[in-house]
């Protein structure tokens, strides 16, 4: 039974060229990152598991925070994972930071760091390609890195139609970058091919005119850049409706933690009322939720339509003030958290940016009040 080339055969040659072209254009152009030219497994680890889905100019401020707080896998090991997810607030993608959490402590529990590919691979939330990196960047083993950047390198030079996201084609690209892997440098190779992707070879309007590898670029050269890299569908994005509840009681105002199953487990947030549609502020009202706080409660739209998007999701969230004359004891699973604390709870950044809009007009108003009041004194 025959079976269809799915990448473009290419000569030696010409690998050879491209890998040379690559390494040329890494020596130019590296950059000056802390976890580089550094062999500790440790902090290879921390940065790519920091840098997964994030630029690099987002995560470096949190792999510096992050290394400090926690400088070897054993204080990561032993410390809460409230710490480590406070830590990683704002960074997204929380399930990173606990499985990050649940490693270290098995990379402990088995007195070490892994030294070989298979052995890093075992660990929770390492994929292969952040097993190929450590391997690689830690231990100098030949392992090809194969990312986002890298499927866009390699499917615009060599010109390859098979599809990204296919088991197929998972498995052509990871041969052809195992192919293209040097003897030599190769943890430079790695390294170079990616910040290639990163800095030259971009998603949108590459600056083809003054690439290196233009020349034999098959995308550049089919003006088909815009084309590759080729994936077999679009990803299905659903749509949710959150409203979200600020309490101002005396003791503080409420919290939750978000429990397993659903987005950012265990982060803190207010209490949340979840709608199939964009809800009015009379279907608010009239919510179970509210029954507690008695019938002279008022609410008052802060946020309205905030959009945040995740992967394979969009958010819509209002948020709402709830002044009422009775605040009963907060029933679980909330509890009251006093304003100078709230720090010290990690929050998603939605949650965070919608509580700091409340915070902000709640001084506003305070502050219009205090003038007034001044300007009626005798």
């Known amino acids: 039974m025959s079976t269809t080339p799915v990448i473009p055969l290419a000569n030696h040659k010409e690998m050879h060229r491209f890998t040379q072209q690559v390494l040329l254009w890494y020596d130019d152009h590296r950059r000056d990152l802390p976890w580089r030219n550094i062999s500790d ?8 598991i920091i840098l997964q889905q994030t630029r690099v100019a987002q995560g470096y401020a949190y792999y510096q925070r992050f290394v400090e707080a926690f400088p070897t896998v054993e204080a990561l090991a032993e410390a809460p994972e409230d710490k480590v997810l406070l830590l990683w607030q ?10 990050l959490h649940e490693a270290a402590r098995q990379i402990v529990q088995q007195g070490g760091f892994p030294t070989t590919y298979e052995g890093i691979l075992a660990l929770p939330g390492v994929g292969a390609y952040t097993a190929a990196a450590i391997a690689s960047f830690a231990y100098h083993l030949p392992h090809a890195v194969l990312d986002g950047n890298v499927y866009r390198v390699l499917s615009r030079y060599f010109g390859v139609p098979t599809p990204i996201d296919t088991g197929t084609g998972k498995k052509a690209f990871t041969q052809l970058a195992q192919m293209l892997l040097p003897e030599k440098r ?9 910040d290639f992707g990163a800095l030259q070879c971009v998603p949108q309007s590459p600056d083809c005119a003054s690439c290196p590898l233009a020349d034999a670029c098959a995308a550049y050269g089919s003006d088909a850049v815009g084309y590759f890299p080729v994936k077999s569908r679009a990803t299905k994005v659903t749509e949710r409706h959150f ?10 105002i409420w919290l939750q933690r978000r429990g397993a199953g659903d987005i950012w487990q265990g982060l803190y947030e207010m209490p949340l009322l979840e709608f199939d549609h964009v809800p009015s502020k009379k279907e608010v009202q009239a919510h179970p939720f509210m029954r507690q706080f008695g019938k002279n409660v008022s609410l008052t739209r ?3 339509r905030k959009k945040h998007v995740l992967t394979h999701r ?5 948020c709402y003030v709830v002044q009422s004359e009775h605040y009963p004891e907060p029933p679980e699973p909330y509890f009251c958290v006093p304003h100078s604390l709230l720090a010290d709870y990690a929050m998603p950044r939605l949650v965070q940016l919608l509580l700091d809009k409340v915070l902000q007009n709640e001084l506003q108003r305070f502050q219009e009040d205090s003038s007034y009041l001044q300007s009626e004194l005798p």
Do not use: H
Not at 41 to 48: A, C, F, K, T
Not at 90 to 99: E, H, N, Q, V
């Open 41 to 48: 497994p440790y902090r290879i680890w921390v940065s790519e």
């Open 90 to 99: 704002g960074l997204g993608y929380y399930s990173r930071a606990r499985r």
């Open 186 to 194: 190769s943890a430079d190779y790695n390294q170079g091919v990616m």
């Open 243 to 252: 409203v979200y509840l600020y309490l101002p009681t005396p003791a503080g």
């Open 302 to 304: 802060v946020v309205k």
């Open 314 to 318: 969009r958010l819509w969230a209002d």
